[in-house]
């Protein structure tokens, strides 16, 4: 399809596991947003890529949290050591020129339940 | 730092009424805003944007929206509500850098009657 995909769409996993989540945007989408929903809660910014670089990474809640961007086209956010409290939906957007001056464009989210 | 709060958590409305959801924003100079819609099982969608100019927008499926710098606010108003618009909604600001990071509110959920 032409929308921004989102793989796995469920991930459940145990405390203490990684867990990677991939992102595939429209094409020639420069920009890649990754936002974190908690139930009840609206999107939380975690990291913003134009191109293959990390633009912002402040939103990341700690260095257990990693994303990469490599050819500037598909990104993977990567967890180690997960936590019950990194449950939430990840949510990926992607932006035609970023997210100030257009529109983002968001997949449906990865659910992530760690037990 | 820019933040957004929604007032209203939740809101009921009749099918046929009209609709104001209460958006608030905290921010140095003018603001990029934006609302968007989360319909469940599908992803965000925006229904419209502010960036200058005209401070009634228009957006998609009936939708608009007047900022008021004075409120600072940037309430979403349709004048007649269908059962389809019961979702989530969520205002947002626009990062006042130039690297485009988008600040989302906690949202409005909305129940419609039929």
């Known amino acids: 399809g032409a929308g921004v995909s989102q793989t796995p769409s469920n991930k459940v996993t145990e405390k203490g596991k990684y867990v990677e989540l991939r992102c595939d945007p429209i094409?020639?989408?420069?920009?890649l947003y990754w936002y974190r929903q908690s139930l009840g809660q609206g999107p939380e910014f975690l990291i913003y890529?134009?191109?293959?670089?990390?633009?912002?990474d402040s939103g990341l809640p700690n260095d257990r949290f990693f994303a990469v961007r490599p050819e500037g086209s598909v990104s993977t956010l990567k967890i180690q050591r997960t936590e019950r409290g990194d449950s939430a939906v990840y949510l990926c957007a992607s932006s035609l020129f970023g997210g100030n001056t257009g529109e983002l464009f968001f997949g449906e989210g990865s659910r992530l339940t760690v037990l | 730092a820019q933040s957004v709060t929604q007032p209203d958590i939740h809101i009921t409305v009749s099918e046929g009424a009209s609709l104001e959801l209460r958006c608030n924003y905290s921010y140095g100079a003018t603001p990029y805003l934006f609302w968007y819609v989360q319909s469940p099982g599908q992803g965000l969608q925006l229904l419209l944007k502010?960036?200058?100019?005209?401070?009634l927008v228009q957006g998609i499926k009936g939708f608009e929206a007047e900022f008021k710098r004075s409120q600072s606010s940037f309430n979403l108003r349709k004048p007649s509500v269908h059962w389809s618009d019961a979702a989530e909604y969520f205002c947002?600001?626009?990062?006042?850098?130039?690297?485009?990071?988008?600040?989302f509110g906690p949202g409005t959920s909305l129940s419609v009657i039929p």
């Open positions: 890529f134009q191109g293959t670089g990390a633009a912002d």
């Open positions: 947002a600001v626009g990062e006042e850098t130039s690297y485009d990071k988008v600040i």
């Open positions: 094409s020639g989408h420069t920009a």
């Open positions: 502010y960036f200058s100019g005209d401070t």
